[in-house]
């Protein structure tokens, strides 16, 4: 591998060559410099992100890069065998961000495929496929996307994610967040016989405090070739939960309580940056003065459907109740708590009711559903997610009283680890429809239904469906209906898993009413 000091020679001689010299290379470096693959995002109806980062050791300081900065030349094609480059260029990849590369495209053709490459030297990525949106004016018949998240390393393979990457004709993939988890476990895991066994696969390094803490967390499962085939198959939106910093973080308070808040925020600073630099997200969602003000955004697929994808933490007010699962405390009930900032919240009340599009739809990260926990009969009082907005009652009410009479709205969450469909109601009357996707990895094998599943569907008459496989969601929408698959493996603690559809459900436009099947 060329040293620093090559480096700067090089680029003190490249004007003299009319080029950088060090391009006359066969290759930069002694190892593959994009071992952590690329990937595409935030499309618009004339572009996308594309995105890489070179790292030929991924797991060394500074992935095995010098400290300078780096030219990649990129290409996008409208065919995969790359006969016609439709746009090309170069962009610097800054040892500031880690050596991560994020080309805004532009220029490109509505509601179709392109597939892109990067150069560094004569090195050349694997290619990738992107696909633009269809024009706000247009009047898509149909729209296919997939919904996934949670993928705890140590829990087990993403064999979902290469599955995922099988589905073709998805025009996005939301991921609403846990990307990676900041902690190792310190324990064993345990079989059915509850005896002590290893775990699926063990974190590089300790728990994730600072910048370079996150950055091999995130190299580490962007090296897994499943979650690179998804990444690269797919255009993604990105979102952020917890897990990208600390369990359970909110604003700038940390989970667990350990840190002052203002030492907490150095660490929410360094999670943001290192989420940042790993994701095909738009510059405007660089972190500034330490935090990312508007992670919130809109994607809007012609008169079809409007998406609001929301920023359920930086926000958010502390946990009532001291977190956890509880029963009811005055705190839930408080009417100065929040979720979204207030900024947020008018953004969403506007763009839900302004009638443009057929369908709206709210993707989130904590469950919208207000459920009663209670999984064993001794239990006698309601528990609830206090992590959730079901903790957040004001709030919620508020919200869900702004969907009352639109009819079309549906919410897409993550977080739980598990499959669940349900209702949501204002007063005496259904407003929305949630569907929330289950974990990638989180909660290893899992099965058709936990223990206390059936507990926890005779107590809420609004929750129709529940599962705990792994898996994700896939959503295909028309102007008359929206259907969502619950996709699910039938285990991930070994390789092999086959994927099958576990529940179709069904949403009639106008009729927030779930019909499963």
Same mark, same amino acid.
């Given at each position: 591998?060329?040293?620093?000091?090559?480096?700067?020679?090089?680029?003190?001689?490249?004007?003299?060559?009319g080029a950088p010299a060090i391009l006359k290379?066969?290759?930069w470096f002694a190892c593959y410099p994009f071992s952590l693959g690329v990937t595409s995002g935030d499309p618009s109806p004339d572009g996308f992100v594309i995105w890489t980062k070179l790292a030929p050791k991924p797991f060394e300081q500074h992935g095995g890069m010098p400290m300078v900065p780096l030219p990649v030349k990129w290409e996008v094609a409208s065919d995969d065998r790359f006969r016609t480059i439709v746009a090309s260029g170069e962009e610097q990849a800054r040892p500031e961000l880690g050596h991560s590369v994020h080309v805004e495209v532009t220029g490109l053709q509505p509601d179709r495929p392109y597939w892109y490459? @990067?150069?560094? =030297?004569?090195?050349?990525?694997?290619? =990738?496929?992107?696909?633009?949106?269809?024009?706000?004016?247009s009047s898509p018949a149909a729209l296919k996307f997939g919904v996934a998240?949670?993928? @705890?390393?140590?829990?087990?393979?993403?064999?979902?994610?290469?599955?995922?990457a099988r589905e073709d004709d998805l025009s996005f993939v939301y991921h609403y967040g846990d990307f990676i988890y900041e902690y190792t476990q310190r324990t064993p895991d345990y079989d059915k016989d509850d005896l002590p066994v290893p775990h699926v696969r063990q974190h590089i390094g300790q728990d994730c405090f600072d910048l370079t803490d996150y950055r091999l967390r995130y190299a580490q499962y962007l090296s897994d070739y499943d979650l690179q085939a998804a990444r690269a198959r797919h255009t993604w939106f990105s979102t952020f939960d917890d897990h990208e910093i600390e369990n359970n973080w909110v604003g700038d308070i940390s989970g667990k309580g350990l840190a002052p808040n203002d030492v907490f925020r150095l660490r929410r600073q360094a999670g943001l940056q290192a989420w940042y630099e790993y994701m095909p997200v738009r510059a405007a969602l660089l972190p500034r003065n330490g935090i990312i003000t508007n992670a919130y955004r809109e994607a809007r697929f012609g008169n079809l459907l409007s998406i609001d994808f929301l920023d359920t933490r930086s926000f958010r007010t502390d946990q009532p109740c001291d977190d956890?699962?509880?029963?009811?405390?005055?705190?839930?009930?408080?009417? &100065?708590?929040?979720?979204?900032?207030?900024?947020?919240?008018?953004?969403?009340v506007r763009n839900m009711t302004r009638g443009q599009t057929r369908w709206n739809c709210v993707a989130q990260q904590v469950m919208m559903m207000s459920l009663d926990r209670r999984r064993y009969a001794d239990e006698k009082? &309601?528990?609830?997610?206090i992590d959730s907005w079901a903790a957040y009652a004001k709030p919620r009410d508020r919200l869900l009283a702004k969907m009352r009479g639109l009819d079309n709205i549906v919410v897409l969450t993550g977080d739980e680890h598990q499959n669940f469909a349900g209702l949501l109601d204002n007063g005496d009357r259904t407003v929305a429809v949630e569907f929330v996707s289950t974990s990638i990895s989180s909660g290893g094998d899992g099965s058709d239904l936990r223990v206390g599943s059936d507990i926890i569907l005779k107590n809420n008459p609004q929750l129709k469906f529940i599962n705990d496989q792994r898996g994700y969601l896939v959503c295909?929408?028309?102007p008359e209906s929206w259907t969502t698959q619950a996709r699910v493996v039938d285990q991930i603690s070994t390789? =092999?898993?086959?994927?099958?559809?576990?529940?179709?459900?069904?949403?009639?436009?106008?009729?927030?009413?779930?019909?499963?099947?």
């Open positions: 591998m060329f040293n620093r000091r090559q480096f700067l020679t090089a680029a003190t001689i490249a004007p003299t060559l290379a066969q290759s490459r @990067f150069f560094l =030297g004569s090195d050349r990525s694997t290619q =990738g496929r992107a696909r633009t949106m269809p024009l706000a004016s998240g949670c993928q @705890f390393y140590e829990d087990g393979l993403f064999t979902a994610f290469r599955h995922l956890g699962f509880k029963p009811y405390c005055p705190g839930i009930d408080d009417s &100065k708590a929040q979720v979204i900032s207030a900024e947020e919240e008018s953004w969403l009082q &309601k528990i609830y997610n295909e929408v028309t390789p =092999g898993g086959t994927i099958s559809t576990r529940a179709t459900m069904t949403v009639p436009h106008g009729r927030p009413s779930l019909q499963i099947g």
